[in-house]
């Protein structure tokens, strides 16, 4: 028999072009599902070349002389920055294996993951063509305009409560005691 532990977390994402309220979206979503008990864990995926360390401090430059990992532990946290030095970007799975136990691991962007995901829409977006229509794992769309074209379920991208019991549903969450 299979436990809930070895099965992994619960993953749900949020797809969308550059603009479409994603990274709001989620930090909402984030806020809420922590408020009701959920250790939340995200996935943000960059398509193009970032950095979080500063240029100068002491991890910029291990980074800079070729250190592979790169690990700043503090009393209040820690990061572990890996450099990639021309592999390929790691898998999705592999990036999950990484993450500590959560309840819900909450992904931004991975567009393509074959993952239960909510489609951001916003009229400012950078393109508006919908992705609903090519990937079958959109299975709801969150919207800061009408609607009515989906035969998807379609929230007010603000509904933030709405959208938490929307994941809670679909993942299968059960509220900690």
Known sequence: MTSPETLGPKVFGIAGWKNSG?????????????RRGYRVSTVK????????????????????????EVTIVSGTRYAIMHELRG???????????????????LIE????????????RR?????????????PHIIAIAADHPVDDSGLVV??????????????????LRRPD
């Open 45 to 68: 995926h960059a398509h193009h070349d970032f950095d979080i360390d500063k240029v100068g401090a002491d991890s910029f430059r291990h980074r800079e002389a070729g250190a592979h």
């Open 123 to 135: 009229l400012e977006s950078s393109n508006r063509e919908p992705l609903a229509p090519t990937d």
């Open 87 to 105: 592999a390929p970007e790691p898998s999705f799975p592999e990036i999950l294996a990484r993450l500590a136990p959560c309840d819900l691991v």
């Open 22 to 34: 994603k990274t709001g979206l989620a930090v909402r979503l984030v806020t809420e599902l922590t």
């Open 155 to 172: 929230f007010d991208l603000d509904d933030t409560l709405a959208i938490a019991d929307f994941i809670e549903r679909t993942t299968g």
């Open 109 to 120: 962007g991975y567009k393509r993951e074959p993952i239960p995901k909510i489609e951001a």
